[in-house]
């Protein structure tokens, strides 16, 4: 039955179909994440069809030939268990084949299959959530010499320089439309020779029932520093919050813990290819579980 299958790239008109499949999946999507996939990677995310009628999605995004990620695999659920979804599933790989590393966040059940295809387990993804409430503050700690900046005070080179410095591959397209969205809020500490040492963003999210709130990116060069960028986006910003943490941070668990977030769920971080070697240490929440 797979036969009538059509795959082909994701056309702009399907981005509101995608978003919502993904919020009926539970995945919390951030509203307008799915174009900043696109425009990351105009050639990574893909549509099954039959005839006119999308049924499933995936996307393959590199963000160099060394890097990529696959993610927002997903096939309607009266239409799974027909052999759709592996075909979308060879379509990504087949596009991703001179990707020296391609990495995935796995359900739990999942692990077994993707082992299959070459992915290795490399670590624990934690979502943390939080319930916030319209009169949340606190008062912020003063670290001399460090000045948090908001977004109109932030110029993007800034943080695409101290992003670069923690990732396995700079990703200045990808940063720029991700960070400097018009919804949600982001922020940065710099020193006084306005070098970064951290940043985070919070953005809207789409639950299941209602709307919430994402924070990711949110990187920082120690635990104190990223609680205060936590902290100064959960003001203002009412409601549940999630955050998803790399299993590769030692002191992430702690954190979190101490603010006040509750552990929600968990994936697996997984790779194919040769796997990153740089640290994590100073990632305390990743963009997004479909990006990486």
């Known amino acids: 039955m797979n036969k009538n299958l059509i795959i082909r790239p994701l056309e702009s008109s399907d981005i509101s179909i995608v978003t919502g499949w993904a919020r009926k999946e539970g995945f919390a999507p951030g509203i307008g994440d799915v174009k900043v996939y696109r425009n990351t990677?105009?050639?990574g995310l893909w549509i099954g069809s039959i005839g006119d009628k999308p049924i499933g999605c995936i996307a393959g995004v590199k963000y160099n030939p060394f890097y990529g990620f696959l993610g927002l695999y997903i096939v309607k659920k009266e239409y799974r268990g027909r052999g759709y979804g592996i075909c979308l599933w060879k379509h990504v790989l087949n596009s991703m084949s001179n990707t020296k590393c391609i990495g995935?966040?796995?359900?739990?059940?999942r692990i077994d299959d993707y082992s299959k295809w070459g992915f290795k387990t490399s670590s624990v993804t934690t979502r943390w959530k939080y319930e916030t409430s319209v009169d949340y503050s606190f008062k912020n700690k003063y670290i001399k010499g460090l000045f948090l900046l908001d977004e109109t005070e932030i110029t993007k080179g800034v943080i695409q320089e101290y992003d670069a410095t923690k990732e396995e591959t700079p990703r200045p397209h990808f940063l720029s439309d991700w960070l400097f969205r018009k919804s949600g809020k982001l922020i940065a500490i710099v020193d006084r020779s306005e070098k970064c040492v951290g940043f985070g963003r919070i953005r809207p999210c789409l639950l299941q029932k209602?709307?919430?709130?994402?924070?990711?990116?949110l990187i920082a060069n120690s635990p104190e520093l990223a609680e205060i960028l936590i902290k100064s986006l959960l003001l203002r910003h009412p409601g549940t919050v999630f955050i998803d943490t790399p299993g590769l941070n030692k002191n992430s668990k702690e954190l979190?813990?101490?603010i006040g977030f509750k552990k929600d769920s968990y994936t697996v971080r997984m790779y194919k290819g040769i796997q990153p070697t740089i640290s994590l240490d100073d990632v305390y929440g990743l963009a997004c579980l479909e990006l990486g």
Not at 210 to 217: A, E, M, N
């Open 210 to 217: 209602g709307q919430g709130w994402r924070i990711g990116p």
């Open 104 to 109: 995935l966040e796995a359900a739990p059940d």
């Open 256 to 258: 979190m813990s101490r």
């Open 41 to 43: 990677d105009n050639q």
